[in-house]
């Protein structure tokens, strides 16, 4: 049993003893609500079984103010027998719903991605009559086991989605859960979607200090082992092959048996299903690597980390890992398992380092100094227009033709205690650090509303938004322009408002940084925000959430379909879109 339902019981307990009305108004869970606003409107409805039709009773029903949780929650309600909701005393204005219970996912109303309907409460809205669909969760569970089959506890499992997001289909990590002491792991509460699960661990008589293996240890002290380890360990049972390894570790498993995200089974689970996957983890020889850099490069009273890379190449989901040092300039990392690594060697204040991707198969050697990423430095400067208010940073992303991204932040604004009329340091930082010789798409992702007006570039040759790279320094001179323009309008289908559309401006010359998008709310208004100058397309879609509109061939027939939309510096007049 979960904490979140520890603290439900109390409060369930008393609702078993109350009599059932249309909506309980009673506080479930949670901290103390906020003092809430108050008007002459209320907003009611009924939580239903998406799948089924069938009320929801019991169901937690939280209502924050703004149509995309903009306010914190400020009153919580209970489902009546019949799925019943209502909040009274409401003024004008727009809200959030947000409902959870015991077997479902936890949503907002109408929710898709990172988007939902808000409800509209005021003159000419009906608000009374709110159907808010919620879906029972979907279950995967399983155990972990060791080589003889017995339950290996503080593994960690790894659950990966794969869905559409932003218009592209793309692979995520979800969450990961450690094992309990029999092996099982579970993860519950989740949407209906295609996951994968992985498993990452280490065999318990080769995790010493220090990365140094326990294995290691046993066979060079005569068989003794570290106060730490459980007694009861019969080195025998491990199997001779397995005795006779100098450093053994469990390589990444993803369900059932492959070794990578590609190879992966995926589970498309629908509301309410339950899958199992099973894993029996077997030892291999560790993988040894060398790094050689240059001593006099690193920041002092800093080490050289390795890090685990994601199935989507980020890092993340495993701590890092430090090496020993065993000479002045030559690390050793012991006891890896195959995989993708990313080594970061910090080399300067504010976080600077380098890094590099590694593909490790078996024992390898790395050397820092013949880095090509090593010799040459970036430097970048933007003039603005608009307003950045007080943000005093932008970033800079460089995309590759592979779709790899590479990240900079950039100064915007001197620091108040530095003099703005001296030499300025307009050195950045790429994490990870492009390679010398190469074709990036460049764009000004923040602050929000920002977009690039021209490059120059020394050092590199400038096609539109797009450099090449040919190996030396490179010195950016952007202008860009911060619009704070928004787009309002209502979308509507045979002359009725619709709630839940997918709202999509695309630009009709320019990047993906320029796209907008929203949901319409229950009157099917919609506001589009930070929208950039410029000739776009607007488009109301009813199924749009499964669409892969990033696609280059997709948005050419959506261009097409699309209300032509001209954005300048002033906002336009609310528009009337027809959902399709």
């Known amino acids: 049993m979960n904490e979140r339902m520890k603290r439900l019981l109390p409060a369930c307990a008393l609702a078993a003893l109350l009599p059932v009305v249309a909506a309980a108004q009673i506080y479930v869970g949670g901290p103390k609500p906020i003092p809430r606003p108050d008007g002459p409107y209320s907003i009611s409805g009924k939580i239903v079984n998406g799948m089924t039709g069938a009320p929801v009773p019991g169901a937690e029903v939280a209502i924050s103010t703004g149509a995309q949780g903009v306010g914190p929650v400020f009153e919580i309600a209970e489902s009546g027998g019949d799925g019943g909701f209502r909040f009274n005393h409401l003024p004008e204005g727009k809200y959030t719903l947000k409902a959870e219970r015991r077997g479902y996912a936890p949503q907002a109303l109408l929710q898709h991605e990172n988007y939902w309907s808000g409800v ?46 932003n218009g592209k289909l793309s692979v995520e990590m979800q969450e990961q859960a450690a094992t309990d002491d029999r092996g099982i792991y579970r993860f519950d509460h989740l949407p209906a979607g295609k996951y994968a699960v992985s498993v990452h661990a280490r065999p318990w008589y080769a995790a010493g200090a220090g990365g140094q293996s326990l294995r290691r240890t046993v066979f060079e002290s005569d068989m003794s082992l570290d106060e730490e380890q459980p007694e009861s360990m019969d080195l025998p049972q491990l199997g001779a092959e397995a005795a006779a390894l100098p450093d053994v570790v469990y390589p990444p498993v993803y369900y059932p048996r492959g070794n990578d995200l590609a190879a992966a089974s995926w589970f498309e689970l629908q509301p309410g299903e339950e899958e199992s996957a099973d894993f029996q983890l077997a030892p291999i020889p560790g993988i040894r690597l060398l790094v050689r850099y240059n001593s006099g490069s690193r920041e002092e009273g800093s080490a ?25 300039g030559l690390v050793e990392f012991i006891g890896l398992t195959p995989g993708r690594f990313k080594i970061n060697l910090p080399v300067g204040e504010d976080g600077e380092r380098q890094s590099e991707d590694l593909d490790l198969g078996a024992d390898s050697e790395f050397d820092f100094r013949q880095s090509t990423s090593s010799n040459f430095k970036w ?32 100064r915007l604004l001197p620091l108040p205690t530095v003099a703005t009329d001296g030499p300025q340091d307009k050195s950045i930082q790429f994490h990870p650090i492009p390679p010398a010789k190469g074709v990036y798409d460049v764009e000004f992702r923040v602050p929000v509303g920002g977009t690039i007006e021209s490059i120059e570039a020394t050092g590199a040759t400038v096609s539109g938004h797009r450099i090449t790279t040919q190996g030396g320094d490179v010195h950016l001179k952007i202008k860009a322009s911060v619009s704070q323009i928004s787009l309002l309008g209502t979308a509507k289908k045979n002359g009725e408002p619709f709630a839940g559309a997918m709202m999509l401006l695309l630009p009709e010359n320019g990047g993906p940084q320029q796209v907008r998008r929203d949901q319409s709310d229950s009157d099917g208004t919609f506001a589009l925000a930070n929208v950039v100058p410029g000739r ?28 032509a939309i001209e954005i300048g510096k002033v906002a336009l007049a609310p528009v009337t879109v027809e959902v399709q």
């Open 120 to 165: 509209a409460v005021g003159p000419g809205n009906d608000a009374l009559h709110v159907r808010f669909p919620i879906y029972p969760s979907a279950v995967i569970t399983g155990q972990v086991m060791d080589e003889n089959g017995e339950g290996l506890r503080q593994a960690t499992v790894k659950l990966w989605k794969r869905s559409f997001d």
């Open 379 to 410: 430097s970048a400067e933007v003039q603005f227009s608009g307003d950045l208010g007080r943000n005093p940073w932008g970033a800079l992303e460089l995309r590759d033709e592979t779709g790899r991204t590479f990240d900079a932040s950039i």
């Open 304 to 328: 050289l980390e390795l890090s685990e890379m994601q199935g989507d190449g980020e890092e993340g989901g495993s701590p890092s890992v430090e090496g020993k040092e065993i000479s002045p």
């Open 536 to 563: 776009y397309k607007l488009l109301a879609l009813e199924h749009g959430w499964e669409m892969p509109w990033a696609d280059p061939e997709q948005q050419k027939a959506l261009l097409a379909k699309g209300m």
